[in-house]
């Protein structure tokens, strides 16, 4: 049983959750200006004003402060999917999440590569960023004539494998280019495609 116990009548549950999404929110800020490399729980603390203890009672350390970052990252994502995913039709739909995963990560580079890059220190669980992937799943689902598992996959694929290569430099960072790559999937989702894996 908890017991909350209410401080100049803001209750201390309250200000410990309210702690613990601006540390989340400085993180991301010294993530965005800094790299990964910047972001540290005594950077934190001093970011926010608190104690250097303070940031430990909330992350055990770097790896779950990380995770919580990338969470957040992939929080912000889902809702500027399903923000993109009410164009009309539904192939302009799928057209519009592309672009709006493209522009989300060309807007955090430094997000984008802890939410997906593999890194050992960031503990993401897969449950956490299964909105977003379910956001494009869904969509893919509505125009697909075969299985939406392949086209679903190769959406993703499409849309994460351009916003990458932008990000290395190693294509335009236009949005024309995957403008032109979506429509051609969206074709292809809604066409012939193969039954299964």
């Not at 990380?66 to 799928?94: I, S």
């Not at 032109?180 to 969206?186: E, F, G, N, T």
Request: glycine residues 10%.
């Amino acid at each position: 049983m908890y017991t909350i116990r209410t401080v100049y009548g803001v209750n201390k549950m309250e200000i410990a959750d309210g702690l613990r999404a601006r540390l989340i929110d400085a993180a991301t800020t010294i993530l965005d200006e800094q790299g990964e490399a910047g972001v540290t729980l005594r950077a934190l603390a001093k970011a926010t004003g608190v104690s250097a203890m303070a940031p430990y009672r909330h992350f055990a350390d770097k790896a779950a402060l990380l995770g919580a970052v990338a969470e957040a990252g992939f929080a912000e994502l889902a809702t500027v999917l399903a923000d993109a995913d009410r164009a009309e039709p539904a192939k302009a739909a799928l057209i519009a999440q592309g672009l709006a995963y493209f522009r989300f990560a060309q807007a955090h580079p430094a997000m984008f590569r802890l939410m997906f890059g593999g890194n050992p220190g960031c503990a993401v669980e897969p449950k956490d960023y299964g909105e977003a992937f379910a956001i494009l799943s869904r969509r893919v689902t509505s125009l697909a004539v075969g299985d939406p598992g392949p086209a679903t996959l190769a959406a993703w694929g499409v849309v994460h494998g351009l916003s990458t290569l932008a990000l290395d430099g190693k294509v335009p960072g236009e949005d024309g280019v995957v403008a032109a790559a979506m429509a051609l999937v969206a074709d292809g989702v809604a066409g012939a495609q193969p039954r299964s894996l």
